[in-house]
């Protein structure tokens, strides 16, 4: 993968390319607030795009590209995400719809700038629904309003002992279920699968939204 340094109002991201060669559209990544764009469930998805023709951009967030592990702000996270998906959609995804997502933290992010991206669908690999309790206390409040917020075709996919819960199916939004909990590591064949057999769906539905 080709990698690049875009500037963000949060410092310089780092986007790792693959141009696939006439490409049908786009799949671009983040990753989870501790991981970076190595984890094997966004590789595994990324290979799915890839074998479907896809051009895939994994983004790596000014923190982590400067060798931080504490995420930024969520507004900085948003505003940082959404200059590198312009600047990619001026530059190297000019003219093809493109599908954004992300693992966790990622996933939240792609949710919350869905509309401002102009993203034709989301991806969210480990959606972390709900914060578990931590000693004793009460679960964090849900984020299920960030899933219900996107109106164009959402894949969930989520590990059935992900302690962080498992969203429900939406009408624009598909939840599929695989072995493993948040790490989705148990079984990336299942994860390859589900977004292998989901993005081809969504860029197709795009292109027809555009011919209406």
């Known amino acids: 993968m080709e990698a690049l340094e875009i500037e963000t109002p949060s410092g310089l991201a780092r986007a790792h390319l693959r141009i696939a060669e006439a490409p049908r559209g786009a799949l671009v990544l983040g990753h989870g607030a501790g991981g970076g764009v190595e984890a094997p469930d966004i590789v595994a998805a990324a290979e799915a795009a890839v ?3 896809l051009s895939v951009a994994l983004i790596e967030q000014p923190y982590r590209a400067a060798g931080k592990r504490a995420p930024a702000a969520a507004s900085r996270l948003d505003a940082a995400w959404t200059a ?3 600047t990619l959609l001026g530059r190297e995804l ?8 992300g693992r966790s933290l990622g996933a939240r992010v792609a949710c919350r700038t869905a509309t401002e991206t102009g993203a034709v669908a989301v991806l969210c690999l480990a959606f972390p629904l709900q914060p578990p309790p931590r000693k004793g206390n009460e679960p964090g409040p849900s984020r299920i309003d960030e899933l219900d917020a996107v109106e ?3 894949l969930v ?3 059935e002992s992900d302690r962080f819960g498992i969203p429900p199916p939406g009408p624009s ?5 695989v072995p493993g909990d948040h790490g989705l590591k ?6 390859r699968a589900a977004v292998r057999g989901w993005l081809p769906v969504a860029i197709e539905a795009a292109r027809e939204r555009e011919k209406v």
Not at 94 to 101: A, C, D, I, K
Not at 173 to 177: C, G, N, P
Not at 186 to 191: Q, T
């Open 94 to 101: 000019r003219h093809l719809p493109v599908v954004t997502g």
């Open 157 to 159: 996919v989520q590990g």
């Open 173 to 177: 939004r598909t939840v599929v279920r």
């Open 84 to 86: 590198v998906i312009e």
């Open 152 to 154: 164009v075709p959402t």
């Open 186 to 191: 148990a079984d990336l064949d299942a994860v």
């Open 51 to 53: 074998e479907e023709r």
